[in-house]
């Protein structure tokens, strides 16, 4: 998968269409992100809106040297912090589960559990520094490499795997160590 460059490449060759598959991949995931900064949907959903309307605005600014996903992260976490400068707040939320199972592939116990296990998971992860909740978000919830995780986060990759350690290390913590509080 390209995170969408073929696409983008496609819509600069004149393909209009092309600019939907964009916002089919890659739209959720970036408004997901973004509302980790600004705690509002709607205000996420803005904020997404305007990076990739960037893309059509600014057809040459992105040059292929990231994965599209990348650059648009890039984009929506440094106008999601210039939003959050004019708003003078900075909170963050809780992580839900990135992928769902449809309700019918699970029995009702088996959801309650699950449902409880998120929650716990959830807490300890919002329990955590901003910034090892953020590439706790990239590297797990959206599937970036730790070089796309420094790059949206201006650090470099062994701070990101730094972080990443320190994190892993602080939910071991929290959960206690075998994950006592997810049984």
Do not use: W
């Not at 973004?34 to 990739?52: S, T």
């Not at 963050?92 to 296990?117: C, G, H, Y």
């Not at 970036?144 to 420094?150: C, D, F, L, N």
């Amino acid at each position: 998968m390209d995170n969408g460059a073929c696409s983008y490449r496609r819509f600069l060759d004149g393909d209009e269409s092309a600019f939907d598959d964009i916002m089919k991949e890659l739209f959720h995931g970036l408004v997901f992100f973004v509302d980790r900064y600004v705690h509002d949907v709607h205000a996420a959903e803005d904020i997404a809106i305007d990076a990739l309307s960037d893309l059509i605005v600014h057809k040459h600014r992105y040059n292929f040297k990231v994965t599209l996903k990348t650059y648009l992260f890039m984009v929506g976490r440094s106008r999601a912090l210039d939003y959050l400068k004019h708003r003078k707040v900075i909170e963050f939320t809780e992580l839900s589960e990135a992928t769902e199972v449809s309700a019918e592939e699970k029995t009702l116990e088996e959801s309650v559990l699950s449902e409880e296990k998120k929650r716990i998971v959830n807490g300890a992860v919002g329990r955590l520094p901003e910034e090892m909740r953020v590439v706790i978000h990239l590297i797990y919830f959206e599937d970036m490499t730790y070089e796309e995780a420094a790059k949206v986060m201006k650090k470099n990759r062994k701070q990101v795997d730094n972080l990443l350690y320190r994190a892993k290390k602080e939910l071991r913590i929290l959960l206690g160590e075998d994950g006592e509080l997810l049984e």
